[in-house]
């Protein structure tokens, strides 16, 4: 249900002519059950404030999710008198709204967008926590960055900026995630990214930076390494 409702999300932000300060999806036919996680998945790859609203029984909630700079419940308040109920805190949060409210609502969340964030920069970015070479992914250095552990809020899981790696092979997983293999020319490296079937970097035979967490994972009784790309850009050399 998920990809499904992402796919039809991407479709309507890249209908419009051009991109909006914050991005407001709806549709009769989304489950409200899975729009927070649309909406923080569209937040990914737009970078911009995102509001995904869907019908349930005759009532619609939508979800909002944030960016930096972007304090979500200050938002909504501001745009209260289009909302019947709403709450939540800086980085996210939810309402109800009249069906005939949405048109008027979606004009006035792009306004408020543009209006707290004018002058800030929203390109989309990953922050690394390190920069290695493909030659530093090995058994021992995963071993270390779980010693970390346990991750979650305030202790996300280490992050490895990897520049320079060629797509050497490129295939869609359960027609939801994209798996590649990456190159530097002497080793090779499984990269998987959850929950995006296509990304305009992951073509065959493009060289690209990606930010990664590292992994390991257990096929057929052997240890395989694997890079969970977080973002992934064209390389700039």
């Known amino acids: 249900i998920e990809a499904r409702i992402k796919e039809l999300a991407i479709k309507q932000v890249e209908a419009n002519s051009e991109m909006p300060w ?10 409200t059950g899975v729009i927070g ?7 990914e790859r737009y970078y911009r404030p995102v509001v995904v609203i869907g019908s349930d029984q005759g009532s619609f909630k939508g979800s909002v999710r944030g ?5 979500v419940v200050e938002a909504l308040s501001a745009l209260s008198p289009y909302l019947e109920r709403f709450g939540g805190h800086e980085g996210a949060g939810g309402f109800s709204i009249a ?3 949405i048109p008027e609502f979606v004009e006035a969340f ?5 209006r707290r964030l004018q002058g ?4 989309p970015y990953a922050m690394a926590d390190t920069e290695a070479g493909l030659e530093d992914i090995t058994p021992a250095l995963i071993d270390e960055l779980k010693s970390f552990a346990p991750f979650g809020v305030g202790n996300p899981s280490p992050t490895v900026l990897i520049k320079g790696l060629k797509v050497t092979d490129r295939r869609v997983l359960k027609n939801e995630h994209t798996k590649v293999v990456l190159s530097d020319s002497r080793r090779n490296i499984a990269g998987l990214m959850w929950r995006e079937r296509h990304h305009p970097a992951l073509e065959l035979g493009l ?3 990606v930010a990664c967490r590292p992994d390991k994972s257990l096929y057929a009784g052997h240890y395989q390494l694997q890079l969970n790309l977080q973002a992934v850009q064209r390389a700039r050399t």
């Open 67 to 71: 960016i930096a700079g972007f304090n």
């Open 207 to 209: 060289k690209v930076d």
């Open 22 to 31: 914050g991005l407001v999806i709806w549709n009769h036919d989304f489950h």
């Open 99 to 101: 069906e005939e409210k």
């Open 37 to 43: 996680l649309v909406a923080q998945r569209l937040v």
């Open 120 to 123: 800030q920069e929203l390109e």
């Open 110 to 114: 792009n306004g408020e967008c543009r």
